[in-house]
Nanobody, 124 residues
Framework: QAQLVESGGGLVQPGGSLRLSCVVS????????IGWFRQAPGKEREGVSC????????IYADSVKGRFTISRDNGKNTVYLQMNSLKPEDTAVYYC?????????????????WGQGTQVTVSS
């Protein structure tokens, strides 16, 4: 059973940093994509970043380029989202998701497996 579990959310002041973790288990494929998404109250879920389990090319939404970094530790079956220079508009529930694919995408509807989400609140 494919499963993703996020952690690392919390309350942080503007300009601060957080690192989210996504532990991936039960994926039977040699290759798959992992994406990070977020959903703010009253808004649609949007793609933030993605990468393949094998590494290589990463994708970032324009709103987070230069501030967020996605990375992986295959030994720990974990994908990270390092978030720096956080802004109030980054406040959202953050989700990681996975799909059996040869390509990385931040299109929400492309993903099959989802974590439960972790709340990130940026406020002074």
């Amino acid at each position: 059973q494919a499963q993703l579990v996020e952690s690392g959310g919390g309350l942080v002041q503007p300009g601060g940093s957080l690192r989210l973790s996504c532990v991936v288990s039960g994926f039977p494929w040699d290759y798959y994509a992992i994406g990070w998404f977020r959903q703010a109250p009253g808004k649609e879920r949007e793609g933030v970043s993605c990468m393949m389990n094998s590494g290589g090319r990463t994708i970032y939404a324009d709103s987070v380029k230069g501030r967020f970094t996605i990375s992986r530790d295959n030994g720990k079956n974990t994908v990270y989202l390092q978030m720096n220079s956080l802004k109030p508009e980054d406040t959202a529930v953050y989700y990681c998701a996975g799909v059996h694919s040869m390509f990385c995408t931040t299109v929400t509807t492309s993903y099959e497996y989802w974590g439960q989400g972790t709340q990130v609140t940026v406020s002074s």
